[in-house]
Protein backbone atom coordinates (compact mmCIF):
# COMPACT_ATOMS: atom_id res chain seq x y z
CA UNK A 1 0.00 0.00 0.00
CA UNK A 2 1.38 3.76 -0.92
CA UNK A 3 0.21 6.95 0.56
CA UNK A 4 0.64 9.73 -0.87
CA UNK A 5 -1.75 13.71 -0.52
CA UNK A 6 -3.52 15.08 -3.63
CA UNK A 7 -5.41 18.56 -3.86
CA UNK A 8 -9.10 18.39 -2.74
CA UNK A 9 -11.91 20.99 -2.71
CA UNK A 10 -11.09 21.88 1.03
CA UNK A 11 -7.23 21.01 1.14
CA UNK A 12 -5.00 18.00 0.84
CA UNK A 13 -6.77 14.59 0.68
CA UNK A 14 -4.37 11.43 1.95
CA UNK A 15 -5.01 9.18 -0.60
CA UNK A 16 -3.88 5.13 -0.18
CA UNK A 17 -3.26 3.09 -3.55
CA UNK A 18 -2.95 -1.06 -3.36
CA UNK A 19 -1.09 -1.20 -6.58
CA UNK A 20 -1.35 -3.89 -9.02
CA UNK A 21 1.08 -4.14 -11.96
CA UNK A 22 -1.94 -6.49 -13.91
CA UNK A 23 -4.87 -4.90 -13.39
CA UNK A 24 -8.00 -4.68 -15.19
CA UNK A 25 -10.00 -2.76 -13.37
CA UNK A 26 -9.80 0.07 -11.23
CA UNK A 27 -11.70 0.08 -7.46
CA UNK A 28 -12.57 3.36 -6.21
CA UNK A 29 -13.37 2.81 -1.96
CA UNK A 30 -15.36 5.54 -0.38
CA UNK A 31 -15.81 5.14 3.19
CA UNK A 32 -18.62 5.89 5.28
CA UNK A 33 -18.89 8.96 8.33
CA UNK A 34 -16.52 9.49 10.63
CA UNK A 35 -13.76 6.48 10.07
CA UNK A 36 -10.57 6.30 7.17
CA UNK A 37 -9.88 4.24 4.34
CA UNK A 38 -7.36 2.42 6.20
CA UNK A 39 -10.27 0.64 7.87
CA UNK A 40 -10.60 -1.19 4.16
CA UNK A 41 -6.52 -3.17 3.81
CA UNK A 42 -8.72 -6.50 4.11
CA UNK A 43 -10.99 -5.29 1.24
CA UNK A 44 -8.11 -4.20 -0.91
CA UNK A 45 -6.53 -6.79 -0.56
CA UNK A 46 -9.30 -9.05 -1.59
CA UNK A 47 -9.80 -6.44 -4.84
CA UNK A 48 -6.02 -6.97 -6.06
CA UNK A 49 -6.47 -10.56 -5.71
CA UNK A 50 -9.16 -10.16 -8.07
CA UNK A 51 -7.17 -7.94 -10.84
CA UNK A 52 -8.05 -4.70 -9.20
CA UNK A 53 -5.83 -1.41 -9.12
CA UNK A 54 -7.40 -0.28 -5.86
CA UNK A 55 -7.53 3.78 -4.57
CA UNK A 56 -9.24 5.36 -2.11
CA UNK A 57 -9.20 8.26 -0.23
CA UNK A 58 -9.99 9.89 3.34
CA UNK A 59 -12.93 11.80 3.23
CA UNK A 60 -12.55 16.15 3.93
CA UNK A 61 -12.01 16.02 7.76
CA UNK A 62 -11.74 12.63 7.80
CA UNK A 63 -8.17 10.51 8.70
CA UNK A 64 -5.09 11.59 7.30
CA UNK A 65 -6.65 14.56 5.32
CA UNK A 66 -7.22 17.91 6.03
CA UNK A 67 -10.22 19.90 7.23
CA UNK A 68 -12.01 20.00 10.35
CA UNK A 69 -12.55 16.79 12.35
CA UNK A 70 -15.82 15.40 10.59
CA UNK A 71 -17.30 18.55 9.38
CA UNK A 72 -18.46 17.53 5.32
CA UNK A 73 -20.40 21.19 4.53
CA UNK A 74 -20.62 20.27 0.98
CA UNK A 75 -21.18 17.31 -0.63
CA UNK A 76 -20.45 18.17 -3.86
CA UNK A 77 -17.27 19.51 -2.94
CA UNK A 78 -16.54 15.70 -2.01
CA UNK A 79 -17.87 14.27 -4.87
CA UNK A 80 -15.81 16.39 -6.59
CA UNK A 81 -13.14 14.84 -4.03
CA UNK A 82 -13.73 11.31 -5.37
CA UNK A 83 -12.88 12.73 -9.11
CA UNK A 84 -9.91 13.60 -7.81
CA UNK A 85 -9.34 10.37 -6.04
CA UNK A 86 -9.92 8.10 -9.57
CA UNK A 87 -7.19 10.70 -11.44
CA UNK A 88 -4.57 10.39 -8.63
CA UNK A 89 -4.66 6.62 -10.34
CA UNK A 90 -3.38 7.58 -13.81
CA UNK A 91 -5.39 4.82 -15.09
CA UNK A 92 -7.87 4.33 -18.25
CA UNK A 93 -9.18 1.03 -16.53
CA UNK A 94 -12.71 0.23 -16.22
CA UNK A 95 -13.83 2.20 -13.03
CA UNK A 96 -15.67 0.42 -10.43
CA UNK A 97 -16.80 2.77 -7.78
CA UNK A 98 -17.51 1.26 -4.03
CA UNK A 99 -18.91 3.67 -1.33
CA UNK A 100 -20.31 2.09 2.00
CA UNK A 101 -22.91 3.92 4.33
CA UNK A 102 -22.14 7.91 4.06
CA UNK A 103 -19.86 7.15 1.15
CA UNK A 104 -22.71 4.99 -0.50
CA UNK A 105 -24.58 8.53 -0.90
CA UNK A 106 -21.33 10.20 -2.37
CA UNK A 107 -21.05 7.48 -4.53
CA UNK A 108 -24.56 7.29 -6.10
CA UNK A 109 -24.40 11.11 -6.45
CA UNK A 110 -20.91 10.81 -8.09
CA UNK A 111 -22.46 7.85 -10.34
CA UNK A 112 -25.52 10.06 -11.42
CA UNK A 113 -23.41 12.44 -12.67
CA UNK A 114 -20.29 10.85 -13.63
CA UNK A 115 -21.58 7.17 -14.38
CA UNK A 116 -18.61 4.34 -13.85
CA UNK A 117 -18.64 1.01 -15.53
CA UNK A 118 -19.94 -0.32 -12.23
CA UNK A 119 -21.39 1.08 -9.05
CA UNK A 120 -21.58 -1.41 -5.40
CA UNK A 121 -23.36 -0.01 -2.44
CA UNK A 122 -22.80 -1.26 1.19
CA UNK A 123 -25.38 0.27 3.49
CA UNK A 124 -25.76 3.23 1.39
CA UNK A 125 -27.54 6.82 3.05
CA UNK A 126 -30.53 6.81 0.75
CA UNK A 127 -34.23 7.64 0.71
CA UNK A 128 -35.46 8.30 4.29
CA UNK A 129 -32.62 8.05 6.79
CA UNK A 130 -33.56 8.08 10.60
CA UNK A 131 -29.99 9.23 11.52
CA UNK A 132 -31.00 13.26 10.84
CA UNK A 133 -33.19 12.96 13.62
CA UNK A 134 -30.70 11.99 16.41
CA UNK A 135 -27.63 14.11 15.47
CA UNK A 136 -26.65 13.86 19.16
CA UNK A 137 -25.69 10.59 19.09
CA UNK A 138 -22.07 8.89 18.40
CA UNK A 139 -21.98 5.81 16.57
CA UNK A 140 -22.35 2.57 18.77
CA UNK A 141 -19.31 0.60 17.89
CA UNK A 142 -21.23 -2.87 18.83
CA UNK A 143 -23.84 -1.88 15.76
CA UNK A 144 -21.06 -2.13 13.41
CA UNK A 145 -20.50 -5.99 12.92
CA UNK A 146 -21.65 -9.38 15.25
CA UNK A 147 -17.76 -9.81 15.15
CA UNK A 148 -17.08 -8.21 18.48
CA UNK A 149 -13.29 -7.46 17.49
CA UNK A 150 -14.76 -5.03 14.92
CA UNK A 151 -16.19 -2.84 17.51
CA UNK A 152 -13.46 -3.07 19.74
CA UNK A 153 -10.94 -1.43 16.72
CA UNK A 154 -13.32 1.09 15.87
CA UNK A 155 -13.75 2.18 19.62
CA UNK A 156 -9.58 2.38 19.65
CA UNK A 157 -8.72 3.97 16.64
CA UNK A 158 -7.36 7.33 16.87
CA UNK A 159 -8.02 8.26 13.05
CA UNK A 160 -12.02 7.47 13.54
CA UNK A 161 -14.10 10.72 14.75
CA UNK A 162 -16.05 8.51 18.31
CA UNK A 163 -18.08 12.14 18.71
CA UNK A 164 -21.51 12.74 17.45
CA UNK A 165 -22.58 14.44 14.32
CA UNK A 166 -22.28 17.72 13.85
CA UNK A 167 -24.64 20.30 12.98
CA UNK A 168 -23.12 21.57 9.89
CA UNK A 169 -22.48 17.86 8.84
CA UNK A 170 -26.36 16.82 9.24
CA UNK A 171 -27.73 19.80 7.21
CA UNK A 172 -25.02 19.59 3.86
CA UNK A 173 -25.88 15.43 4.02
CA UNK A 174 -29.72 16.43 4.32
CA UNK A 175 -29.70 18.60 1.21
CA UNK A 176 -27.47 15.37 -0.52
CA UNK A 177 -30.00 12.99 0.40
CA UNK A 178 -32.32 15.15 -1.35
CA UNK A 179 -30.37 16.12 -4.41
CA UNK A 180 -29.71 12.38 -4.82
CA UNK A 181 -33.10 11.05 -4.42
CA UNK A 182 -34.48 13.17 -6.88
CA UNK A 183 -31.99 13.27 -9.08
CA UNK A 184 -31.40 10.57 -12.10
CA UNK A 185 -32.07 6.92 -11.69
CA UNK A 186 -29.12 5.11 -12.54
CA UNK A 187 -31.48 3.54 -15.94
CA UNK A 188 -28.57 1.88 -17.58
CA UNK A 189 -25.71 1.78 -14.94
CA UNK A 190 -24.85 -1.83 -13.17
CA UNK A 191 -24.96 -1.86 -9.75
CA UNK A 192 -25.02 -3.87 -6.84
CA UNK A 193 -26.53 -3.15 -3.20
CA UNK A 194 -25.36 -4.82 -0.14
CA UNK A 195 -27.21 -4.50 3.28
CA UNK A 196 -27.40 -6.55 6.44
CA UNK A 197 -30.60 -7.30 7.77
CA UNK A 198 -30.04 -6.49 11.31
CA UNK A 199 -28.53 -3.03 10.17
CA UNK A 200 -29.37 -0.34 13.08
CA UNK A 201 -27.64 2.15 12.18
CA UNK A 202 -29.06 3.13 8.56
CA UNK A 203 -31.91 0.25 8.41
CA UNK A 204 -32.58 -1.74 5.50
CA UNK A 205 -36.40 -0.12 5.00
CA UNK A 206 -35.22 3.38 5.38
CA UNK A 207 -32.42 2.75 2.23
CA UNK A 208 -34.75 0.88 0.11
CA UNK A 209 -36.80 3.87 -0.10
CA UNK A 210 -34.05 5.45 -2.13
CA UNK A 211 -32.72 2.51 -4.17
CA UNK A 212 -36.52 2.17 -5.44
CA UNK A 213 -36.20 5.91 -6.75
CA UNK A 214 -32.32 5.16 -8.35
CA UNK A 215 -32.44 1.31 -9.50
CA UNK A 216 -32.21 0.95 -13.52
CA UNK A 217 -32.38 -2.12 -15.46
CA UNK A 218 -29.18 -3.87 -14.33
CA UNK A 219 -29.91 -3.09 -10.48
CA UNK A 220 -28.70 -6.00 -8.09
CA UNK A 221 -29.06 -6.53 -4.15
CA UNK A 222 -28.01 -8.65 -1.46
CA UNK A 223 -29.37 -8.50 2.09
CA UNK A 224 -27.16 -10.55 4.58
CA UNK A 225 -29.51 -12.28 6.92
CA UNK A 226 -28.13 -11.26 10.79
CA UNK A 227 -25.49 -8.79 9.42
CA UNK A 228 -25.36 -5.45 11.04
CA UNK A 229 -23.93 -2.33 9.31
CA UNK A 230 -20.14 -2.82 8.41
CA UNK A 231 -20.95 -6.12 5.44
CA UNK A 232 -17.55 -6.08 4.74
CA UNK A 233 -16.59 -6.53 8.45
CA UNK A 234 -19.32 -8.73 9.32
CA UNK A 235 -18.44 -12.52 10.19
CA UNK A 236 -19.50 -13.58 6.74
CA UNK A 237 -16.88 -11.12 5.28
CA UNK A 238 -15.97 -13.44 2.72
CA UNK A 239 -19.22 -14.17 1.26
CA UNK A 240 -19.64 -10.22 0.95
CA UNK A 241 -16.79 -10.35 -1.04
CA UNK A 242 -16.93 -13.06 -3.07
CA UNK A 243 -20.72 -11.64 -4.03
CA UNK A 244 -18.39 -7.77 -5.04
CA UNK A 245 -15.82 -10.21 -7.26
CA UNK A 246 -18.28 -12.16 -8.51
CA UNK A 247 -20.75 -9.26 -9.83
CA UNK A 248 -17.42 -6.91 -11.16
CA UNK A 249 -16.42 -10.10 -13.45
CA UNK A 250 -19.82 -10.53 -14.76
CA UNK A 251 -19.98 -7.00 -15.53
CA UNK A 252 -16.51 -6.63 -17.08
CA UNK A 253 -16.93 -9.76 -18.95
CA UNK A 254 -20.61 -8.28 -20.20
CA UNK A 255 -18.20 -4.96 -21.78
Same mark, same amino acid.
Given at each position: ?? $??????????????????? +????????V?????? %???????????V?? &????? !?????????????? !???? +?????????????????? +?????????? $???L??????? &????? !??????P??????????? @????????? %????????N????????? &??????? =???L???????????? *??H??? /?? /?H???? @? /?????????? #????? &???????????A?? $???? @? #?? %???? =???V? +?????? *????
Open positions: MI $ESNVPGHAGELAVRTWPNL +DADWLAVIHGYGEH %SGRYGHVADALEA &GALVV !AADLVGHGRSEGER !AVIA +DFDGVVADVGAAVSSAAS +DLPTVLIGHG $EGGIAARYAQ &GNPPA !ALVLSAVLGTWEGLDRP @EEPVDPELL %SRDPEVGKYASDPMVWH &GPYKRET =LEAERALDEVNYGPA *LELPT /LW /LGAAD @E /LVPLAETRTG #TDRLR &GLLFEERVYPGRH $EVFN @E #TN %SAEV =LADV +DFVRRV *LASG
